[in-house]
């Protein structure tokens, strides 16, 4: 069993930065794909970024590349989001998960309660 919880969420001004934190515990850490997603109100989940157990290959959506930035630290249990040049259209409720050989199978066994980001123009 696998515990996920997300950390880092809030509110900033288009513009902004933040760096969302997902703390992992149970298991060991480095087995897993570890991804974000997230879910803004009336629409459905969406795939942001993912990191193998490695830490040496990232995945991003189009809407994301080249303003958030995945990363993990195997020591920390800890997988990072970077988040920078936040616009309005990136409010949502942002979510972590796990899950063995995930970026390849797109199949997340574990999940976290999610973070609040609230970007406003």
């Known amino acids: 069993q696998v515990q996920l919880v997300e950390s880092g969420g809030g509110s900033v001004q288009a513009g902004g930065s933040l760096r969302l934190s997902c703390a992992a515990s149970?298991?060991?850490?480095?087995?897993?794909?570890m991804g974000w997603f997230r879910q803004a109100p009336g629409k459905d989940r969406e795939f942001v970024a993912s990191?193998?157990?490695?830490?040496?290959?990232?995945d991003y959506a189009d809407s994301v590349k080249g303003r958030f930035t995945i990363s993990s630290d195997i020591a920390k249990n800890t997988v990072y989001l970077q988040m920078n040049s936040l616009k309005p259209e990136d409010t949502a409720v942002y979510y972590c998960?796990?899950?063995?050989?995930?970026?390849?199978?797109?199949?997340?066994?574990?999940w976290g309660q999610g973070t609040q980001v609230t970007v406003s123009s």
């Open positions: 149970g298991r060991t850490f480095g087995s897993f794909d």
């Open positions: 990191i193998n157990w490695s830490g040496d290959s990232t």
């Open positions: 998960a796990a899950g063995p050989f995930a970026m390849a199978t797109k199949r997340y066994n574990y």
